[in-house]
């Protein structure tokens, strides 16, 4: 058993603990499919907002927004479990997909009060197409309690889940039915680990939030087990306690107890974790299913309990768990006294984000919106008092049973954009007024950017994007409309993970106008919904200098001269591939950052906490732009070159921030090979963006990664570390 590099604690807030995870050999490298349970809290004005009237089963027609979960008294509280089922997947006549019913995962949602409110049900005999989960929206410096429960009923799977714990394989196996024959991981020439493998592990990532990514925070190192017998029940008092008697998790982060370390922890707690890891251990699934009859047990180094105890009487986390896990952290907020950044409100995510099944998980639908509310929603309030009406959150998906490289070649197109589990549905408004969308790419794949409306009689809707990955435009950006103005390089990229948010205003013409995005993977350009304009007239105008939201300070540039330390990053495959002559029928490319393949026990960037850093991402594979994602905190981008057009976009000043950004790629030849330097065999003029950030507030583990989430799952991922130090910009560890 290899075990993760020694690391250090995060600074602590009320909920959220710092001690770092260990990895081992099982760490990173086995699989990942369901879960959660979610207890939030939240602000008293917010309150649970049921989904319009749209059958489940009618996947066009008006929009159907899905059902917000919201705070209620600066407590966002709520339950998520991931469960199974069976699910209708609608034909896609683009990726040559027809019509069936497949077994897959998908989130519930409880409000505060333990009700279900999502999915809606259907009725009887009426199909159930995929779904996002619900949304969340809390507030900066609200308190998030998540009760997070994995549900998976892994024999529904007909043993294609946990084939490497059930010793009958390590990655997935897809076979051919009419010629037998392999198609993964033996077409792909994938091998363990560094390929998909969908066990039923889970855990949840909180796209966006600048929060601790250690113990009951931003936690994507969590490996959770399931167990559908583990209720809520079980663990109420754990999570929530019997006042006044015994404190549970979640109220002792309420009262500023201290839940720095695993023994702060409730020992009930803790007990019932480390039995239930010796009930997984000794569960009878493990018998006679790894063809040795005479040592029926689980291996001692597959066992889970003893990793656990190690990585316990080492003072760390215990990264393995079972059943069920308590989220709980402070949404940072504006205190400069404790913290150098606040977390920035706006258009944020969550998804399940377990290695090696991450696609598998999002393709069924295991992602949310997660909207933080703060200075940014108070002005626009008064600009739009109508604003929580008729904004609109958008969760554009594509949905499939499976990633595209364990399915035969002719079906491998990205299937078609979907926007909350509908197609093209229909948003209706009236002349002159104007919307707030929230649009969020939770896709796999899909590298689309936005085409916009089509004119009627020369006419289209008005569009100004106001903020990008849950970072409002300062008012100078706004004003230029640098992403979606088709005047510069970057314009309106939205791949994987991003989301921006547009001011849309319905033009004086009535009729239907549809919007587009176009989809650079495949050169497909697909209408996403349809706004229809009918009504009396309104008579409502777009922010101004005047009205606009005041920018917060901490998003000010990074200044060049306060950059220590400067990185690059290459996006690539392997090497050989590169040459020339070289066999591409020899399966899917091997996707590295530096020329390696992800390694759970190893960390490739060691960061000191405080300083201030800028990276060199550059790409060298041809035609895919990689969308860069790093944890935690934001970036600026303050460059992009595009070697294919010979374009660069480099402002001066006035950086827009993001948390994904599409690599562009390496300049080609004339027969679409990568133009190599004789020198070096690697890509000659390689596309590259430059980005700067600051590691500030929040020491811990985390990672970075291509958010195209097959490339992730298949070793495009670097563990990432950021140690307290001694510099100027070295936050003093808080309370």
């Known amino acids: 058993m290899s075990t993760r590099p020694a690391g250090s604690g995060n600074p602590i807030t009320d909920c959220s603990h710092s001690v770092e995870l260990q990895l081992n050999r099982r760490g990173f490298l086995y699989g990942a499919v369901s879960s959660a349970a979610l207890y939030f809290a939240a602000d008293p004005r917010f309150e649970l907002k049921q989904a319009v009237a749209a059958t489940p089963g009618n996947f066009s027609g008006e929009l159907q927004q899905m059902v917000e979960i919201a705070s209620k008294n600066g407590k966002l509280r709520a ?31 409880k409000d505060s009060d333990g009700k279900v409110v999502w999915p809606p049900q259907v009725q009887p005999g009426v199909a159930q197409f995929p779904l996002p989960g619900p949304t969340f929206r809390t507030r900066v410096g609200d308190r998030v309690e998540i009760g997070f429960f994995n549900h998976v009923k892994v024999d529904d799977f007909g043993g294609s889940l946990d084939r490497e714990e059930t010793g009958e394989g390590t990655c997935d196996l897809t076979i051919d039915p009419p010629s037998g024959e392999e198609i993964y991981p033996l077409g792909a020439h994938d091998q363990s680990p560094h390929c998909f493998h969908g066990s039923s592990t889970a855990n949840i990532h909180f796209h966006g939030t600048h929060v601790t990514p250690d113990g009951l925070g931003d936690n994507v190192l969590l490996q959770l087990r399931p167990n559908p017998q583990i209720t809520e029940a079980d663990v109420h008092e754990d999570f929530y306690g019997t006042e006044p ?47 040795v009859t005479d040592h029926p047990e689980l291996p001692v180094e597959d066992q889970l309990l003893p990793i656990a105890k190690t990585q316990i009487e080492a003072g760390l986390w215990p990264q393995y768990q079972v059943g069920a896990h308590a989220f709980c952290f402070e949404i940072t907020p504006p205190d400069p006294t404790r913290f150098a950044m606040s977390q920035c409100p706006g258009t944020h995510w969550y998804h399940v984000h377990k290695h ?20 940014y929603d108070d002005a626009l309030r008064m600009i739009y008092p109508d604003l929580d009406r008729t904004q609109k959150v958008l969760l554009v998906q594509n949905f499939s049973d ?25 948003i209706t408004m009236q002349p002159g007024e104007i919307q707030l969308w929230r649009f969020v790419n939770a896709t796999v794949r899909s590298v689309t950017s936005v085409k ?17 990955d849950g970072v409002q435009f300062r008012y100078d950006n706004y004003r230029d409309q640098p992403y979606i103005s088709q005047k510069s390089l970057p314009a309106n990229t939205f791949a994987p993970g991003n989301r921006i948010d547009l001011l849309v205003k319905a033009p004086d013409i009535v009729g239907s106008y549809p919007f587009a ?87 490739d960037q060691t960061i000191v906490l405080g300083d201030s850093e800028e990276w060199l991402l550059t790409n060298s594979t041809s035609k895919i732009a990689h969308p860069f994602h790093i944890h935690i905190n934001p970036f600026q981008v303050v460059e992009i070159f595009d070697p294919v057009t010979d374009t660069i976009y480099k402002p001066e000043k006035n ?72 510099g100027e910009g070295t936050i003093v560890p808080h309370h």
Not at 356 to 375: D, Q, R, W
Not at 452 to 468: C, H, L, M, S, T
Not at 536 to 547: G, R
């Open 79 to 109: 339950t998520l479990r991931i469960l199974n089922a069976d699910r209708l997947m609608p034909a896609d006549e683009n990726a040559n997909v027809p019509e069936r019913t497949e077994m897959i995962r998908y989130f519930e949602g």
């Open 245 to 291: 008697h015994k404190e549970g998790i979640f109220t002792k982060g309420e009262r500023g107890m201290s839940l720095a370390t695993w023994a702060d922890l409730p020992e009930h707690w803790r007990t019932q974790q480390l039995n239930w890891l010796k009930e997984y251990d000794d569960n009878a699934i493990w018998k006679g299913k790894r063809g």
């Open 356 to 375: 090696g099944s991450t696609a598998l998980n999002v393709y069924h639908g295991l992602a949310g919106a997660f909207i933080i509310e703060g200075g």
């Open 402 to 426: 499976t990633p595209n490289l364990t399915i035969s070649g002719a079906s491998r197109l990205s299937p078609s954009l979907w926007v909350n589990g509908m197609r093209n549905p229909k």
């Open 452 to 468: 916009g409306f089509d004119a009627k009689n020369g006419v289209a809707p008005d569009v100004r994007q106001i903020a990008q």
């Open 517 to 603: 995005f176009s989809d650079t993977t495949n050169d497909r350009v697909e209408p996403v919904l349809t706004l229809v304009v009918q009504g009396s007239p309104l008579n409502m105008s777009f922010p101004t200098d005047a009205n606009y939201p005041e920018f917060p300070h901490f998003l000010n540039d990074i200044d060049q001269n306060s950059i220590h330390v400067w990185r690059r990053l290459d996006f690539g495959w392997e090497k050989e591939r590169q040459q020339p002559g070289f066999d591409r029928s020899e399966g899917a490319p091997s996707f590295t950052i530096n020329d390696k393949q992800f390694d759970g026990t190893r960390y």
């Open 655 to 726: 950086f827009v921030w993001q948390d994904v950004i599409s690599i562009p790629p390496a300049k080609v030849d004339a027969n679409g090979g990568v133009v190599l330097n004789p020198d070096t065999g690697r890509a000659a003029v390689p596309g590259y963006v430059k980005i700067r950030h600051r590691f500030v507030d929040f020491s811990g583990s985390y990672v970075l990664h291509c958010h195209m989430l097959a490339h992730e799952d298949r070793g495009m991922m670097q563990l990432v570390r950021v140690i307290p130090g001694g």
